[in-house]
């Protein structure tokens, strides 16, 4: 009896074309942290929940900046690190959200969940509209046409004045509240609370995300997109998956926004804002999700706190510091033991060479 066998070579391209395609961890075994993991998160959550007992007004209220700003950094992280697609444009969900909040706060309700909901909302429906455009490309071209949309969204914030109240911003917008019979939130520490966990939340949901076969189909398309194509995945749909989703989590960092500051304007979502996000996102780790938040920590820190001791020269800082995550820590913040070792590694043979000149 004869039996017809397909070439090795065909074996190899399709055993090679699945295993680039197909992720490498099972999504359906349950995640379970080991030791040091639950010992440093507990340790991480305690630090956050006592931040308002410890620290003063200003130091809450910048917290409060980081914790929004690192929603806002996953945004950027899902796309950028997770799918392969380097954006400049989450900036543009970050403002619908912050005006969809605002409006919604000001002429619907003052509660937090409908402010959320909404924001996304419109996030999700304004990435449904302009993902389509902006997904066809890869690489440096899809950079700049988020980049573009982040400009439009800029300069149509700024004309809209009936919507938007133009450059002077939409401000008068009232204290959030959690649920329905309670007061608004005035106190900073209290807003630093509902942001908390409205972050936590997005960190738990993104955490789900990735882990279930449509986050790991997203680092298939980013590894190797011609080969998840050869065996059937239409990309395009799900690369257009994680550009709404993106946008629905940068609309949400917005909805928050809106919550703390209670004033919104075209300036909080232009270039810079989307700049700042990336550089979270580098600085912290590409694909890591909590390098993103820790990244965008010590880029809020470096802009608010160590521009201001250096006399306002906080772009110059945060320059100083791009250079440095890129020559010196390729990887990012959570590239682990192994790149730190080798960094360690690398300043002890430095100082040992200007010890022996």
């Not at 914790?67 to 950028?80: D, E, G, Q, R």
């Not at 444009?89 to 919604?104: C, H, K, P, R």
């Not at 995945?233 to 709404?244: C, E, F, K, N, W």
């Not at 320059?319 to 960094?343: C, E």
Request: with cysteine.
């Amino acid at each position: 009896m004869s039996t017809t066998q397909p070439a090795p070579q065909a074996r190899q391209a399709t055993r090679g074309a699945r295993q680039g395609a197909r992720p490498q961890a099972d999504p359906r075994r349950p995640f379970r942290p080991d030791l040091r993991t639950s010992v440093v998160v507990g340790a991480v959550l305690v630090a956050l929940l006592a931040i308002p007992w410890v620290l003063g007004t200003y130091a809450v209220m910048t917290f409060t900046k980081i914790l929004i700003f690192a929603v806002l950094a996953m945004s950027v992280n899902l796309l950028t690190g997770i799918t392969g697609l380097p954006t400049l444009g989450q900036a543009a969900y970050f403002g619908v959200g912050a005006y969809a909040g605002a409006l919604t706060a000001i002429h619907f309700s003052e509660l937090g969940i409908v402010q959320i909901l909404v924001a996304v909302g419109a996030g999700v429906i304004a990435a449904l509209l302009t993902g389509p455009v902006a997904i066809r490309a890869r690489g440096v071209a899809f950079l700049m046409i988020t980049l573009a949309i982040g400009e439009i969204a800029y300069s149509a914030a700024g004309q809209l004045h009936g919507i938007t109240r133009g450059t002077d911003g939409l401000s008068g917008i009232p204290p959030v509240v959690v649920a329905p019979g309670m007061e608004g939130l005035r106190n900073q520490g209290y807003i630093y609370y509902y942001v908390l966990a409205v972050a936590i939340l997005a960190y738990v949901l993104v955490a789900i995300l990735l882990r279930s076969p449509l986050g790991l189909t997203l680092r298939g398309l980013r590894d190797n997109e011609s080969r998840l194509r050869a065996v059937g995945y239409r990309t395009g749909s799900y690369a257009l998956a994680a550009y709404v989703i993106a946008g629905g989590l940068a609309a949400l960092a917005g909805s928050l926004w809106t919550s703390s500051q209670r004033f919104v304007a075209p300036g909080d979502m232009g270039f810079q804002v989307a700049a700042l996000a990336l550089l979270a996102v580098i600085v912290g780790g590409v694909g890591s999700m909590w390098g993103a938040c820790l990244g965008a920590m010590v880029v809020i820190f470096t802009r608010d706190y160590l521009g201001q001791m250096a006399s306002g020269h906080g772009p110059l800082l945060l320059g100083i510091l791009f250079v440095l995550a890129v020559y010196l820590l390729p990887k990012g913040l959570a590239g682990g033991p192994r790149q730190w070792g080798g960094l360690l590694r690398r300043l002890r043979k430095s100082a040992a060479g200007e010890v022996e000149v």
